[in-house]
């Protein structure tokens, strides 16, 4: 497996949000994260690319295989769409970026400053990072947030031909992505049960 997850709590401000959690990826394969706003499901992913420690519980997976994408487009305003994704592909120890303006059509805009793109513009420059990095396990979080219906189908097409290659993705999304090979992980039933205060004292720690 590329990705295992064991029993895993979690928790947000301090607060458990979602426990025993477990699933895991293999190479081509994709997991969907399903579950309504505030179910815990950014904590996953965040917790899961090594940015929070769990509360308990196991993650497997060589994290020099791992990219995350988060709500944030991760762009330089000044710097021009080429110029954003030679930085990224510096940053990952690559060269090439032809691939990935032509896979999110940003062609045309090559040369065009990063600040003055619309929000889907932004969207799809973030995205494109992600085929820069040679990162075979994708963690993304809403990702199609500013996507019109033609970008929602360029990204998963992307995912399909990541996943083709052998790489893998755990995803975060409300929208359909006509990933039909997905699985899909609903997390509402590991949400964990709210704290109760026996001691008044307790809510002010």
């Known amino acids: 497996m590329i990705l295992s997850v064991h029993d895993l709590t979690i928790a947000r401000g301090g607060i458990a949000v979602l426990k025993d959690v477990s699933f895991a990826l293999d190479a081509g394969e994709a997991l969907i994260l ?3 706003n505030g179910a815990g499901k950014t904590t996953l992913l965040r917790t899961v690319a090594g940015l929070q420690a769990p509360v308990s519980g196991r993650i497997e997976a060589d994290r020099d295989t791992i990219v995350y994408a988060g709500h944030a487009d991760g762009i330089k305003p000044t ?3 080429a110029e954003n994704l030679i930085f990224w592909a510096r940053v ?3 060269r090439s970026i032809s691939h990935a303006l032509t896979a999110f059509e ?3 805009l090559a040369d065009r400053p990063a600040g003055v793109l619309s929000a889907g513009q932004k969207r799809r420059l973030g995205l494109a990072r992600l085929l820069v990095t040679g990162r075979e396990t994708w963690l993304l979080d809403e990702p199609t947030v500013s996507l019109d219906m033609h970008a929602t189908a360029l990204f998963a097409g992307v995912v399909r031909d990541h996943l083709v290659a052998g790489g893998s993705a755990l995803i975060a999304t409300h929208i ?11 997390v509402t039933p590991f949400r964990a049960k ?6 008044f004292d307790g809510a002010f720690l």
């Not at 359909?176 to 609903?186: I, M």
């Open 79 to 81: 710097l021009s769409v």
């Open 106 to 108: 940003l062609s045309p």
């Open 34 to 36: 399903r579950g309504p």
């Open 92 to 94: 990952f120890g690559r």
């Open 194 to 199: 709210p704290q109760t205060l026996t001691d």
């Open 176 to 186: 359909h992505l006509g990933l039909d090979e997905a699985d899909v992980l609903d």
